[in-house]
């Protein structure tokens, strides 16, 4: 059973972890907190204790190579996450509000630093860099996928499933970042009881 | 009576534009489009047609000085265009439903680049800037306020009318956020449908 805190939506590298793992866990932190554009290269070498040569050993491809796989860690990691938080509810509803009440306290936890794995890199590059903003349209869609799967399994109507799921990731997405702005975690309770409310509405309404 | 689709999110510079008022049009674009991280105060100077020099006469304080500015505009006029929004419309939902329906017709329009103004800047400042994720706060604030003070005015209780704004303005931040990343208005519609739905419960509740 997952604790009610979601982990700093990456898993920590295994210990010790090689210099690789050291320089993707870096990676997420700082982009995660940063975006893309804030975050130099150097910077997460420096954060990593790595070499600059050894980043480019790893990823020939630089700050682009590494970004992408970092949003692909990050994304396995939340939807794992989610599922385990699936697995131990009783219901779908249930699921959702402890995912929101973990994404609270976890924003409680880390002085309201460590929100979603790929949004804020999703926010800067969605108009400037096609190639990661395709990476982190897949991310999401494995969300949404994994979603709208568990709502047709609730007895939600397939037609039903897809924007209701839009509807949940936008609910927590947007409870992010105002919850990081406001540095508070009413936003997250807010939304979190909405999308519960959005859920249990349509699967009532899939009974009668 | 407002068109159906945002203008891009600030109103543009009076024609023929100051230098201060070119200066503070191009920093709206490149910010929202960008971020803050991403947008180099040279860049700014560039688009704005201005020198160096003048954004620094305009602006001692440099990029946060503008950025401040830029957000507390940008705010202004996202509140205003919700005001007109909601001075046209019959009802409260008529008037989200409206809102939601402009902003996918600008994300299209502008080839997903013009979404809220100052949402890329909040996420990739929240963590780093405590100036500007302060004035995104405030930014953030006003627009809540308004919003529940509409849905107090529809019948809505006091207590329930804060975290309803709280769920609209995420639901439409989290469709910026999806509806750029994948490219597609689905998210901002489908999230328009649920936030109408949630205003239209609440007022139907409210009534019984």
Redesign the interface.
Request: net charge neutral; with cysteine.
């Given at each position: 059973m997952p604790s009610a805190t979601l982990p700093p939506t990456d898993a920590p590298p295994p210990d010790p972890p090689t210099t690789r793992e050291r320089i993707v866990y870096s990676g997420a932190e700082l982009f995660r907190?940063?975006?893309?554009?804030?975050?130099g290269i150097k910077h997460i070498a420096a954060h990593a204790d790595a070499t600059l040569g050894s980043v480019y050993h790893f990823f020939p491809g630089g700050k682009d190579q590494l970004a992408d796989e970092v949003l692909r860690t990050g994304g396995s990691f939340f939807l794992a996450l989610y599922e385990a938080f699936a697995a131990a509810a009783l219901d779908l509803p249930s699921a959702v509000r402890d995912f929101f009440a973990g994404a609270a306290e976890t924003l409680q936890n880390t002085?309201?630093?460590d929100a979603c794995p790929i949004?804020?890199v999703?926010?800067?590059i969605?108009?400037?860099n096609p190639l990661l903003?395709e990476t982190?349209?897949q991310v999401?869609?494995s969300w949404l996928g994994a979603l709208a799967e568990d709502a047709v399994e609730a007895g939600i109507p397939a037609e039903r499933a897809?924007?209701?799921a839009?509807?949940v990731?936008?609910?927590?997405?947007?409870?992010f970042?105002?919850s990081?702005?406001?540095?508070s975690v009413?936003?997250m309770f807010?939304?979190g009881?909405?999308a519960v409310?959005?859920l249990e509405?349509a699967i009532a309404e899939a009974r009668t």
């Open positions: 907190r940063q975006g893309y554009a804030g975050t002085g309201y630093a949004a804020t999703a926010g800067d969605a108009s400037t903003r982190t349209a999401f869609e897809r924007p209701l839009l509807s990731l936008a609910l927590l997405e947007g409870a970042l105002l990081r702005s406001l540095r009413e936003p807010a939304c009881a909405a409310g959005l509405d």
